[in-house]
């Protein structure tokens, strides 16, 4: 093709781009929804895309520019959201009316990317709805008590390390730490693979998951073009993972299951539960099936779950009076034990620590936004008095901002300010709390994730103190660079046993430090 050719190509190709923009771009004047006007192309997600705003801190100044609405527009990329803000009809949207939105947004063509496309997560309609009910038993109480000695064994593990390494205090990065923590426990509980990512740092599912689950801006590129541009996208064959992780997880599956089958070995893990379920014809889920819906829960394990661990140790090493209290409550959960390791009951009673738990993820929700696609038409109530009702059709997409809901004043006394006693003495709304969403689409695992973060750290404060050191960043401000939620230094903090407390160079002492990284 000649120079004139192509020039005239890309011409014709942005005019194109920037027509299909625009005209979705009037979609909220002809519902008479209030908007912020935006650029072509990048819509109104610029400060994301040319990463010079944390995504989390930039939708929470969105969301506090439409205070006296219910709704309000925005265009991620050139897809146009209804970004809702009132409480109430979130919880009519995601629950009452939960026949009209039961759906995410598509993030990937499923059949190119299976593992991203055909997991609970990213599943449909009445596929999502029998893969939810085959996978929930899971993650009753009865299923995680049986999976309980799986995570003790792992937290144990993880404690008794730390502890040995700390006895002069020292400095850890603990999203690597948390990391193998977490790579034990979803290679148990999902897997039935037994693996210690402290002894043995370059183990397989360890490696796979850093090299795989790296949200950079490369990876959070392809995930935002996806989303927004699915028919190119399955023309070029993005894809958010390559083959390997498929290939490496799909061996893992088939070899277990065949091994179990020959050797009639029976385990209380996910891969277990799949084995064990039958359709009405008697048919067990396929190998592939079963390696989608295990991958899900290691990416949800490996990265969400440790981002969760980290912040919550932060906050507590951050905030001496909340670290006394949570100290005080493992010796009282230590005085129970009768013999060997916490039960499962021992550690659901740890009250404060779950209101710590539940403090740090209003503050710093690791889902900075959850989304409803519309599938039957649906009419909201006016956004503001004197308004008019807006009809929702089918394919129209929803947002809902635990981002910049759990900062807003009305629901929140002192919202800048970390205070877990707000959880126990039944100051905050059910309703404006969403740091897992909320309705049927739920994250399935929230229990098990509240449990396997309690878990470590009774085990690691039964020995050691949590303090700052030269990296931590205090206050919290995030990077831009990733849509993972991480700390401008990383998560740093300095770890010291009890005994030595006194002595450490990073002993607590009004939130400061005086220690060396080491």
């Known amino acids: 093709m000649d120079p004139v050719t192509t020039a005239l190509a890309v011409v014709l190709l942005c005019i194109l781009a920037y027509r299909f923009f625009w005209s979705r771009a009037t979609s909220f004047d002809e519902k008479g929804i209030q908007y912020t006007k935006p650029w072509p192309i990048v819509g109104n997600m610029a400060p994301v895309l040319f990463r010079t705003q944390f ?34 009809l979130i919880t009519s949207i995601a629950v009452k009316h939960f026949d009209h939105f039961t759906d995410h947004v598509a993030m990937v063509n499923e059949e190119m990317d299976p593992l991203m496309g055909k997991n609970l997560f990213a599943l449909r309609g009445d596929t999502w709805r029998e893969m ?25 593990r993880t404690g008794a390390f730390v502890a040995q390494e700390s006895k002069k205090g020292r400095a850890w990065d603990m999203q690597d730490l948390f990391r193998r923590y977490a790579n034990d426990v979803i290679a148990t509980c999902s897997f039935g693979i037994a693996v210690d990512s402290l002894k043995n740092p370059d183990n397989d599912f360890y490696k796979l998951g ?36 498929r290939k490496f997880f799909t061996k893992v599956v088939a070899e277990t299951t065949r091994m179990r089958d020959e050797k009639g070995i029976h385990r209380p893990d996910m891969i277990q539960l799949m084995m064990d379920s039958r359709d009405n014809g008697g048919k067990r889920l396929s190998v592939d099936e079963m390696t989608n819906q295990a991958f899900v829960f290691f990416l949800a394990g490996f990265e969400t779950t440790t981002a969760m661990m980290c912040l919550v140790a932060q906050m507590i090493a951050t905030n001496p009076e909340v670290q006394s209290k949570v100290l005080l409550e493992v010796e009282e959960a230590h005085q129970k034990i009768t013999e060997g390791q916490p039960t499962y009951d021992v550690i659901k009673e740890m009250t404060y620590m779950d209101a710590v738990v539940d403090e740090t993820l209003r503050m710093y929700p690791i889902a900075t936004f959850f989304d409803r696609v519309c599938v039957k038409e649906f009419e909201l109530p006016p956004a503001k008095p004197g308004a008019k009702p807006v009809k929702v059709k089918p394919g129209e997409s929803l947002w809902f901002l635990p981002s910049g809901l759990h900062y807003d004043s009305k629901y929140y006394k002192d919202p800048e300010n970390f205070r877990p006693e707000r959880f126990l003495n039944g100051e905050v709304p059910q309703n404006a709390y969403l740091p897992f969403g909320l309705g049927p689409r739920i994250c399935i695992g929230n229990r098990f ?70």
């Open 55 to 88: 995504i989390g801190d930039y939708l929470r100044d969105v969301y506090f520019k439409f205070r006296d609405l219910k709704y309000f527009g925005f265009y991620n990329l050139t897809s146009p959201m209804i970004v809702i803000r009132d409480p109430e």
């Open 132 to 156: 939810r009910k085959l996978l929930s038993p899971a993650f009753t109480s009865a299923k995680m008590k049986t999976m309980f000695k799986l995570i003790t064994d792992c937290a144990e």
């Open 210 to 245: 850093r090299e795989t689950l790296n949200f950079g801006t490369w990876v959070s590129l392809k995930i935002m073009f996806a989303r927004n541009f699915p028919t190119i996208s399955r023309l070029l064959g993005i894809k958010i993972f390559g083959s390997r992780p």
């Open 449 to 518: 994730a509240i449990m396997e973060t309690k878990v470590l750290l009774y085990h690691l404060m039964k020995s050691c103190v949590l303090g700052p050191c030269e990296k931590t960043t205090v206050p919290l401000r995030f990077s831009p660079k990733t849509v993972m939620i991480l700390p401008l230094t990383g998560y740093w903090l300095n770890i010291t046993t009890k005994k030595d407390e006194s002595k450490a160079n990073g002993h607590v002492s009004n939130g400061k430090t005086n220690g060396t990284v080491s």
